[in-house]
């Protein structure tokens, strides 16, 4: 019997005879030894080749975005561009819905919206389910409340404001663009009459007290008076006992024209047969339980020795 050598370079001993007349050691040469490792060898070349085609690539694209960068914002705003989102165009903003020449785009695009009538089936008369409701007259709004207060001391949450109070740079800069408000008649409301206006946040603070802590519960807040052709605003007034409880913010403080404000309106309720106390805000905070002690006894017992 012949033996033949096979054909694919393995030399090894042929056992089939294949289609194309050549011998192989294998049914397929395919399984050849010799084969598979030429096949091994070039599959490695050609990934060596796209590594290299992708990497030359990468770079050239790297290079693009460096040498491509606009000096302005692609979306029209004016403004520099300063990131490249994920379509490749460069951006004033992080979101392109925040770049002011797509907002402007998009609020035209719903005022003619609201115009043509395309949103003419939305009922704009729902509000939100807890509009108006506070702890005091909503449960499921005091739940929430302790609840966060709970959080709060137990760590879980931590304000944002918490251990943070402004430096006496930053509140050097408020002092000064308030005292350039009123030097130019844009703060005039503070300290004015505000007998229509919603009650400041040491206003409400002392309306709480007052319908804890006091007997005597008639009282008129921001009560207006008249004095030598001037109108006047009590914080909070007992007509029927001449006697009103003023609160003082800061501002009354560091304006002159609040200062002087108040010593005309001091000079109106004494001339008016009022008696009265006015209690400075910092010191109701710092001092609260024994303020609380002499403006009550101020009302309900009418005694004098209010500090």
């Known amino acids: 019997m012949e033996i033949h050598v096979c054909d694919y370079g393995c030399n090894q001993e042929a056992k089939i005879q294949l289609k194309n007349g050549k011998w192989c050691c294998s049914t397929t040469y395919h399984k050849c030894p010799n084969i598979r490792l030429q096949i091994s060898h070039n599959a490695k070349k050609v990934w060596e080749t796209r590594d290299k085609l992708n990497l030359f690539k990468t770079v050239e694209r790297s290079l693009d975005k460096i040498l ?40 035209i695009g719903l005022k003619n919206a609201h115009k043509n009538g395309r949103y003419s089936n ?80 040491p206003e409400k603070f002392m309306m709480k007290v007052i319908e804890n802590e006091f007997s005597d519960k008639n009282y008129i807040r921001e009560y207006p008076i008249t004095f030598n052709k001037t109108y006047f605003s009590i914080d909070f007034a007992w007509p029927q006992k001449m006697r009103a409880i003023e609160i003082d913010g800061g501002q009354h403080d560091r304006f002159d024209e609040q200062k002087e404000r108040d010593k005309r309106k001091d000079i109106a309720l004494t001339n008016l047969g009022w008696t009265f106390c006015r209690i400075s805000w910092k010191d109701f905070c710092n001092n609260t339980k024994n303020i ?13 020795d209010v500090g």
């Open 68 to 107: 491509i960068k606009p000096e302005f914002c692609e979306f029209g705003c004016g403004n520099f561009s300063q990131y490249q989102l994920k379509n490749g165009k460069w951006c004033c903003s992080k979101s392109f819905n925040s770049c002011l020449a797509v907002k402007k785009k998009n609020s």
């Open 122 to 201: 939305i009922d704009y008369s729902l509000t939100s389910w807890a509009k108006g409701l506070t702890k005091e007259n909503d449960p499921r709004i005091k739940k929430q409340s302790e609840t966060y207060k709970q959080r709060i001391k137990s760590g879980e949450i931590i304000p944002s404001m918490l251990g943070k109070h402004l430096s006496e740079e930053a509140r050097k800069k408020i002092s000064d663009k308030m005292k350039i408000a009123h030097a130019e008649g844009r703060a005039h409301n503070i300290g004015e009459c505000r007998w229509n206006n919603e009650p400041s946040y």
């Open 292 to 304: 609380i002690t002499q403006i009550k006894s101020f009302i309900d017992e009418c005694k004098l």
